[in-house]
């Protein structure tokens, strides 16, 4: 590749578009091994032809046990394919979002963030490569060694881009976080739902989902609440001006009077000191009661 080639490769936005297609290679090839090796290794629990267990035979429509999407291809479900998938669509709507509110420098990128993706994108071509092979040779594939791998390029990733729009956001009217999308996609080559083959584990896996659903809309909840509670506080009063309002929310009860000195210099209590006689006044025609004589 020419000079022109590697300094195009070098810009975060072209990182990013072969990233998202070596997540797609690898979920086609992994699809297609799926599909070959249901082909290969389908059984049945019970044929009339035999009268027990053996091979499916062509033309036979009893449930084999394999859970095939609509089309009938015999892709069987994994954590692999699943962690591919979303690996490509939150590595490019991170992208997506940063480009949207940066512009076009996100999308030139910084130096840390081409590295970054620039190692990944080597990590994930090897991945690609090795799928290939297998594929074609009839290899075993290890499941486990896909995902793990997927996981670690999503999360580098999307990690990198995070961190070059906080450095490129700083000084401008965005905000200084990404938001990065949590939402799951849709799955496109199976169904998830109604499969004659399901033996739990997918109910177990929606189920956990379902769970981070609820949890990640809770989190949603509390975040908004936080900050109507925060507007609520500070609508119509300025903290620094009314410092008790805004804590008490109301005036605050008057302090007790301060005791008054005597002439000896003692404090005398307002219950102690003595009372001013006010004389009663005599309506005419109105004879005062005992009491009354008694006080004048």
């Not at 990233?19 to 009339?48: D, K, M, P, Q, V």
Request: with cysteine; aromatic share 6%; glycine share 8%.
């Amino acid at each position: 590749m020419g000079m022109d080639g590697q300094q195009e490769l070098e810009r975060v936005e072209v990182l990013v578009d072969n990233l998202a297609g070596s997540c797609e290679t690898a979920l086609n090839l992994c699809a297609s091994w799926s599909a070959r090796f249901a082909a290969e290794n389908r059984y049945r629990t019970h044929s009339r032809r035999d009268g027990g267990y053996g091979e499916r035979y062509e033309g036979d429509d009893d449930d084999d046990g394999w859970d095939l999407d609509k089309s009938g291809s015999g892709i069987l479900k994994c954590a692999a394919s699943t962690s591919l998938e979303i690996s490509g669509y939150r590595i490019r709507s991170t992208y997506q979002i940063g480009l949207t509110l940066i512009g076009g420098d996100f999308a030139e990128g910084d130096v840390e963030c081409r590295v970054t993706l620039s190692r990944q994108f080597d990590h994930m071509l090897q991945r690609v490569n090795r799928l290939r092979e297998a594929v074609a040779k009839r290899w075993p594939l290890n499941l486990n060694e896909i995902y793990l791998s997927s996981e670690s390029v999503r999360i580098y990733s999307v990690r990198a881009l995070a961190l070059q729009y906080r450095r490129l956001a700083f000084g401008r009217p965005v905000p200084h976080e990404v938001p990065i999308p949590r939402v799951m996609v849709p799955t496109k080559r199976f169904s998830w739902e109604d499969d004659p083959g399901d033996d739990g584990d997918d109910d177990a896996d929606e189920k956990r989902g379902g769970e981070e659903d609820v949890s990640n809309q809770k989190a949603r909840e509390a975040v908004g609440f936080d900050s109507q509670t925060a507007v609520w506080s500070t609508a119509g009063s300025d903290p620094k001006d009314e410092p008790k309002a805004a804590a008490f929310g109301s005036e605050p009860p008057s302090p007790p009077l301060t005791p008054k000195a005597s002439s000896s210099g003692v404090a005398v209590s307002a219950m102690e000191q003595p009372q001013a006689v006010i004389p009663l006044l005599r309506l005419p025609g109105r004879e005062l009661g005992e009491e009354e004589k008694t006080i004048q």
